[in-house]
């Protein structure tokens, strides 16, 4: 019996030229790890995916959300990890359709000159892309839990050396576990 799974998805227009890449390799790239085909529609930003295996689609769909999500192919791709996962933040839930409150809140998460970012994802070690409505987080599954939460602190109006502190904080906890489970082992 060969059952074939498929899904579609949308992803925005302006995203469809880094999915594809220069000359289709990033779409060959994720076929390939994937084991999966994939359709483009350039004109509408849909994109078809098929597979033999419905884990291998859904590991496809994951990459090309994230692409479509502001992330560049190679961060996307690390979806493709055992313990890896990609978070969406609709920044929307807490503006409503402000779009003055919606660059506030965006500008908040980014930081000056995208400091704030970076810091987030050096005491997670998950990525962030800030791209339309959304912040979409990649990472281990505990750290991007963590890193949501940052997220949200600062969209809720948390100060940044709040939101630091608490990442600190649980850095140094998941540290000491690190050693204490070693030391068990």
């Known amino acids: 019996m060969n059952d074939e799974f498929s899904y579609t998805l949308r992803i925005p227009k302006d995203r469809v030229g880094v999915l ?3 000359s289709g390799k990033v779409k060959r790239d994720i076929e390939h790890a994937t084991g999966t085909r ?3 529609d350039s004109k509408e930003g849909e994109v078809a995916i098929v597979a033999d295996d419905g884990l291998r689609l859904y590991e496809a769909r994951e990459v090309i959300r994230a692409i479509g999500r502001g992330f560049n192919p190679g961060i996307a791709l690390q979806l493709l990890k055992m313990d890896a996962t990609l978070e969406i933040i609709d920044v929307t839930a807490v503006t409503g359709k402000s779009k003055n409150a919606l660059q ?4 908040r998460v980014i930081g000056a000159e995208g400091k704030a970012k970076r810091e987030i994802e050096r005491l997670t070690g998950c990525s962030i ?6 912040i979409a987080l990649i990472g281990e599954v505990t750290d991007v839990t963590a890193a949501r939460l940052a997220v949200e602190n600062l969209l809720q109006g948390a100060t940044h050396a709040t939101v630091y502190r ?9 540290k000491f576990e690190r050693m204490v489970g070693k030391n068990d082992a």
């Open 129 to 134: 892309s800030v791209y339309g409505k959304t």
């Open 20 to 22: 594809i890449g220069k």
């Open 104 to 107: 506030r809140l965006k500008g």
């Open 38 to 40: 994939m359709g483009i």
């Open 166 to 174: 608490l990442l600190e904080k649980r850095r140094r906890e998941r």
